[in-house]
C-alpha cells in the first residue's frame, strides 16, 4: 500500500511516542514488578517503606507517566476507528486528554504530596 | 431476484466466527489495553488509599478480599499479561522479525497460551 509519510502529520510521532512508552512500561515494570516480589504481603509499616526512596518514586511516576501517554496513542486510535462523528471523537479525545493528564497530576500528589 | 425492500436485520454470529489466530491476538490487543485504563483510577485510588494510614491501608487490604474484587485483579493481571505479550510481538513485527505467516501464527499461539498460562496461576494464587 503506497501511503506519503512525507510531509508533516505522517503519524511517526504518535508511532514514536507510542513504542517509546511501550518499552519504558516493559522495563520500568519488570523493575517495580522485582521491588514488589521482595515483599509480596507487606504490612502497612513494610508497604510504606516501599515508597520511601526518592529513587522508587520517580521510577513508579515514570511509569505511570509512561502509562498515561501510552493509553493516550492507543485510545486515540480506538475512537479514531470506531467514533466516526467527529464533533463527538473530538470530545471524547479531550475527555481522554484531560482523565490521562488527571491520573498522572494524582500520581504526583501521592507520592509526594506530603506522606513522607 | 428482488432485493426486500426493506433493509434486513444484521446479525453478528459471534458463536461461529471463524479468524485466524493472530486476528484473535489482535482483538484481545485492543480489549486488553481499553480493559487497563479502565482499571487505572480505581488502582490509584486503591494506592491513595492504602498509603494513608494504617486503618486505610488495612481496609484496602479486605476489600481485596472481596471475591468481586478478587475476579477483577485476575481480570486485570490477564489484560496486562496478554496486553505486554502481545505487545512484544508487535516489537518484534515492527523490526521485520517472524512476519512470515507461519510464524506470526505461531507467536500469536505462544501469546495467547502464555497469557493463558499467566491467568491459571493467578487463579490458582487467588482463589485456591
Given amino acids: 500500500m503506497k501511503r506519503a509519510v512525507t510531509g508533516s502529520h505522517s503519524g ?6 507510542q ?19 521482595t515483599e509480596p504481603a507487606p504490612d502497612y509499616a513494610t508497604w510504606r517503606a ?8 520517580l521510577v ?13 496513542v492507543g485510545l486515540r486510535d480506538v475512537l479514531m476507528d470506531y467514533v466516526k462523528p467527529i464533533a463527538l471523537r473530538l470530545v471524547l479525545d479531550l475527555l481522554v486528554t484531560l482523565m490521562l493528564l488527571a ?14 | ?10 446479525s453478528l454470529p459471534l458463536l461461529r466466527l471463524s479468524l485466524p489466530l493472530p486476528a484473535w491476538v489482535s482483538l484481545l490487543h485492543r480489549l486488553s489495553g481499553v480493559l487497563l485504563v479502565c482499571f487505572l483510577p480505581p488502582a490509584l485510588l486503591a494506592l491513595e488509599k492504602s498509603l494513608r494510614g494504617p486503618e486505610a491501608f488495612a481496609e ?11 475476579l477483577a485483579l485476575l481480570v486485570a493481571v490477564w489484560a496486562l499479561a496478554h496486553h505486554a505479550l502481545a505487545g512484544i510481538r508487535h516489537l518484534f513485527l ?17 501469546v495467547l497460551l502464555f497469557g493463558a498460562a499467566v491467568a491459571a496461576v493467578t487463579a490458582w494464587r487467588l482463589f485456591a
Fill in chain 2, 94 to 110: 515492527d523490526l521485520h522479525l517472524g512476519v512470515s505467516l507461519a510464524a506470526a501464527r505461531r507467536s500469536a499461539l505462544a
Fill in chain 1, 50 to 57: 516501599l515508597f520511601r526512596p526518592q529513587a522508587m518514586r
Fill in chain 2, 60 to 70: 484496602v487490604v479486605r476489600q481485596f478480599d472481596q471475591p468481586a474484587a478478587r
Fill in chain 1, 19 to 37: 513504542r517509546f512508552s511501550a518499552v519504558v512500561l516493559l522495563f520500568a515494570g519488570l523493575l517495580l514488578w522485582f521491588v514488589w516480589l
Fill in chain 2, 1 to 10: 431476484m428482488d432485493k426486500p425492500s426493506r433493509a434486513r436485520p444484521v
Fill in chain 1, 60 to 72: 513508579l511516576w515514570l511509569w505511570v507517566a509512561s502509562l498515561c501517554l501510552h493509553a493516550w
Fill in chain 1, 103 to 116: 491520573a498522572t497530576l494524582w500520581t504526583a500528589a501521592i507520592l509526594w504530596g506530603g506522606h513522607g
Fill in chain 1, 12 to 17: 511517526t510521532g504518535w508511532w514514536l511516542m
